[in-house]
């Protein structure tokens, strides 16, 4: 699938995020962490589905609002104690330019998690 | 090829043998394959609780305590309805009384007790039952419904629980006991005159120190009455014989197994074959049978360890505390309560409050422990007595309790939190408060269930249920983050809040990345807990000098609304002093009906809420409803609510709803460590509820009242008197000096009361009511902050409101 520019850099906050609306509904949450690092994820919590958008971001990592759940930004995993997995999606950026694959959802992360929980 | 695995039968369906099954399967899931006889048509349920069932406050089926499927899902093949009757040793094998066959490589013995029945003239009559199982509940229930009349033979702890079921099930209750006090086990004469007091006020009457003969039947063979040796005869259609249990060992001497008042059992519960095992109320173990569920899971644990082939558990006897299952009666009995020579007795007796506590000590130690009345501390002194913990330092104090022991910090600090991890929270399981709280916190538990399903605590007898929600609510609190309690600020360095206030100010730091950089913070970027307190303590420090970092706040801070469960939020539009008009009435409803705004709600502060709106949609609601913002979703004055005061209350004394609103206009767009609210009432009726608010404020004859650090939450908090002023001007300007000391001085999500009670009420007064200049500095400091505050909804570019986060982004064309 072709990734697409959706905005610049500096359009996401630093620490901070920016909601992707698909075109089917579902809301990809894009990720400006430490060292202008990006990073996509489906903008749902694991524990009840709240918008990780919307989350505080350091280092690698977003506080979910609701219930302070903690989301890697890098593979979508709750940290301990808690378990859960949120999908990722592919990103990158070129000349500033943020550019998204709205279609890339990587499943692969939730296989993992559903191993190691076992 | 699949090696086969060794056969356990286990013979007894009920509490102990199914929870050696359970402890087993926990430890070694996969060694045997295991078959269950059990005599009862029922899966395994919860024999303690057949007392609420009877007195219909819970239903059967609450009482299961693994249903058919759990069986299944481990697959254990459950013979219910069936009763073993034969044991051959030699050929290691089981046969029930259909004929079914199991050969077993280990045998369970957890046959329990049965009932004694009293050897007299009538005992077989129809409508004589004794209390043991589902049936009998059954039984119980019907002729409840029939009858009129019963007698319950035995005044112990399931005679009386009987009793009152039977009461609450409508009918007259005599309860028959052979000794001078009921309970005599589990009480001493004043504790069970208090307790048989309080029956009598349930309709329950008594015949102490009476002797059952004979009980007389009709010529259909039903029981009609009841015939006492001293010649009394009272009519009954109902007995109940509750004068004891027998360890059921039928089944173990017919097969040659050593019984003496019980199955004889070792500290690894193995009988005298070692290939059988035994747990529950058959056994005898080092002379002793028990009756109570607390010992039997600790043999239950014990033999599946050895079953388990782990060979490493012993039980060594257990001490056992009782409590009575009666709705609205509160007792407890522990250990040795009767005394004698050599012991100590501490008694605090208070007949006409319905109190009672006796403690027996020796060589300075509890041994023993009676409660009427008020039982709060049992689970406490009963620890102490186990642990044979030393209580000379303590002793005077004792007699009140854990929570009165040592400096535990604020007031009405619960008892929850000054437990102990090792303190034991539900007797019946064994449960100590540690396992609870990690279950919290490991497994993210926030309901009651949950935290039954995960540790078993409360959820067998049930009486430490209060005990376990206030573990609950403590540990998972009722807030997003949690309270600065812990000495570091959070993972990311080892300074407390205290530290990093004083560098701010000390060095004049003015961003977080400075604030890091100077305290050597170990992460990169800090927390989600660090910094946003840090970012407070900025602004809070340096006004006007430090830049906000929106990206450092919670949601709701940076997009001036309250997130809510589905990610919409919700906007509450600021209303001075709980004043409104037709012309925010008329915007406020146009913007819901433009913006479908699904629920309006009126708040407790005085406003109105309207909840579910979508975040592209704020920037726009704001502009319509043209209202200021009511900060309702920020660490900020919050509101001030007023009562209608002099200007229309035929009580009021003072104008409160002036006041309130010239506090209001004077305080808002504060920030703070936490939450702010104030309350202005214009009399002493106090209708504004100022007694639980940040600042309260009451309106005298003379001028005005200040009470401060109050709060309504998880845990109520009652404002403490400040001072007593006269102008308005004075209320403006001590109001606002104390909420100044508390924003320079507070910890982030600390509020008043917590910061009054940790740097002391006096020392408040001191810096704000005594010192006049001090006082002065304060307010012009507050209002120097405020000055120029922007409102975030109307001005966002001055307030730096990310404006961008409300539209999403999108693929550029």
Redesign the interface.
């Known amino acids: 699938m072709p990734f697409?520019?959706?905005?610049s850099l500096n359009?996401i906050?630093?620490?901070?995020a920016?909601?992707?609306?698909r075109d089917d509904g579902l809301?990809i949450a894009?990720f400006r962490g430490?060292?202008d690092k990006i990073f996509a994820l489906n903008d749902k919590c694991p524990?009840?589905?709240?918008?990780l958008s919307?989350?505080?971001?350091?280092?690698e990592?977003v506080?979910c609002?609701?219930?302070?759940w903690?989301i890697s930004l890098k593979d979508g995993t709750a940290s301990l104690?808690?378990i859960g997995v949120t999908e990722r999606f592919a990103v990158r950026v070129v000349n500033d330019?943020v550019e998204l694959d709205p279609w890339s959802q990587d499943l692969t992360s939730i296989a993992d998690a559903s191993l190691t929980t076992k | 090829m699949e090696m086969q695995k060794m056969k356990l039968v286990v013979i007894g369906n009920g509490m102990a043998g199914i929870r050696a099954v359970e402890e087993l399967l926990k430890i070694a899931p996969d060694l045997y394959d295991i078959t269950v006889f059990g005599a009862e048509p029922h899966p395994n349920y919860n024999r303690i609780l057949l007392s609420p069932v009877l007195a219909g406050e819970q239903a059967l089926q609450d009482i299961i305590l693994n249903d058919f499927d759990w069986y299944e899902q481990n697959k254990i093949c459950l013979h219910t309805s069936k009763k073993v009757i034969k044991i051959d040793r030699k050929a290691r094998e089981v046969i029930a009384d259909d004929g079914t066959r199991q050969a077993y490589d280990r045998l369970l013995m957890a046959t329990g007790s049965n009932p004694f029945i009293l050897p007299i003239d009538g005992a077989t009559l129809n409508g004589v039952l004794t209390y043991r199982d589902i049936y009998d509940t059954e039984q119980m229930i019907e002729a409840s419904a029939k009858y009129k009349q019963a007698v319950v033979i035995g005044g112990g702890l399931l005679g009386l629980e009987a009793a009152n079921g039977l009461r609450l099930r409508g009918m007259d209750v005599t309860v028959i006991h052979i000794m001078p006090w009921l309970m005599e086990r589990q009480l001493d004469q004043t504790a069970s005159a208090m307790l048989q007091k309080s029956l009598a006020q349930k309709g329950l009457q008594f015949r102490l120190e009476a002797h059952t003969q004979s009980l007389q039947g009709n010529a259909a063979g039903e029981v009609v009455a009841v015939q006492l040796k001293d010649g009394e005869l009272i009519p009954a259609q109902l007995v109940v014989m509750a004068v004891g249990i027998r360890p059921n060992t039928v089944l173990a001497e017919s097969c040659g197994l050593h019984c003496n008042r019980g199955l004889v059992v070792n500290d690894t519960m193995q009988t005298y074959d070692p290939r059988i095992y035994a747990v529950g109320e058959c056994v005898s173990h080092r002379g002793v049978a028990y009756g109570l569920v607390a010992p039997l899971f600790e043999q239950a644990k014990v033999a599946a360890n050895h079953l388990a082939l782990f060979g490493i558990g012993r039980y060594t006897g257990s001490l056992t505390s009782t409590k009575l299952k009666v709705t609205g009666v509160d007792l407890f009995s522990a250990g040795n309560f009767a005394g004698g020579e050599d012991y100590e007795e501490i008694v605090l007796a208070d007949p006409g409050a319905g109190v009672y506590k006796k403690l027996v000590l020796k060589d300075d130690k509890l041994v023993g422990a009676v409660m009427y009345g008020d039982t709060v501390d049992g689970a406490w002194y009963y620890q102490l007595l186990r642990d044979e913990t030393n209580i000379a330092a303590m002793r005077e104090r004792l007699m009140w309790g854990e929570s009165n022991l040592g400096d535990v910090g604020h007031q009405g600090q619960n008892k929850a939190a000054v437990m102990l991890d090792s303190a034991e929270v539900c007797g019946c399981n064994g449960v100590c408060k540690g396992a609870i709280v990690k279950a919290i916190k490991d497994k993210g538990l926030f309901t009651l269930d949950e935290v039954r399903k995960h540790t078993k605590a409360s959820s067998s007898c049930g009486s430490c249920t209060g005990l376990v929600e206030q573990i609950l609510m403590f540990t998972a609190g009722g807030d997003y983050s949690e309270a600065p309690k812990k000495k570091a600020m959070c993972g990311c360095t080892d300074h407390t809040h205290q530290e990093v206030r004083d560098a701010i100010r000390k060095e004049h730091l003015l961003t977080i990345p400075q604030v890091q950089q100077f305290m050597h913070w170990r992460t990169p970027n800090g927390c989600a807990s660090c910094r946003p307190a840090i970012n407070y303590y900025l602004l809070s420090t340096w006004p006007h000098e430090a830049i906000d970092d929106p990206q450092s706040r919670f949601i709701n801070e940076r997009s001036h609304a309250n997130i809510q469960k589905d990610g919409t939020y919700s906007v509450i539009p600021r209303m001075w002093g709980g004043h409104t008009n037709s012309g925010e009435l008329r915007r406020i409803a146009d913007v819901v009906d433009k913006y479908h705004i699904p629920t309006v709600k009126v708040t407790g502060g005085q406003r109105l809420d309207l909840l579910g709106i979508k975040k592209e949609d704020l920037p726009a609601v704001w502009k319509e409803l043209d209202m200021p913002s009511g900060h309702a979703y920020a660490k900020a004055l919050r509101t001030v609510k007023t009562c209608v005061g002099s200007e229309w209350c035929r009580f009021g004394t003072q104008d409160s709803t002036k006041m309130g609103q010239e506090l209001e206009r004077a305080l808002w767009r504060m920030q703070a460590p936490h939450k702010v609210k104030l309350a202005v009432s214009g009399c002493p009726r106090n209708c504004a509820e100022s007694g639980i608010k940040d600042v309260g404020i009451i309106g005298v004859e003379s001028g005005w009242e200040l009470y401060v650090g109050g709060n309504g939450g998880i845990k109520t908090e009652v404002a403490q008197f400040f001072c007593k002023v006269k102008t308005h001007q004075e209320v403006l300007e001590y109001s606002g000096a104390f909420l100044q000391i508390y924003r320079e001085e507070g910890w982030y999500l600390e509020r008043t009361v917590h910061y009054i009670n940790r740097v002391g009420l006096d020392y408040v007064k001191a810096k704000v009511v005594e010192d006049a200049a001090n006082r002065e500095a304060l307010w012009a400091r507050l209002q120097f902050t405020l000055d120029g505050e922007p409102d975030p909804w109307h001005e966002p570019e001055r307030a730096g409101v990310d404006l961008k986060q409300f539209i999403p982004i999108a693929v550029v064309a």
Do not use: M, S
């Open positions: 697409t520019p959706v905005c359009d906050p630093a620490l901070g920016r909601r992707y609306v809301t894009v430490e060292g524990h009840k589905g709240g918008p919307q989350g505080i971001v350091y280092g990592t506080a609002p609701l219930h302070n903690c104690p808690d330019v």
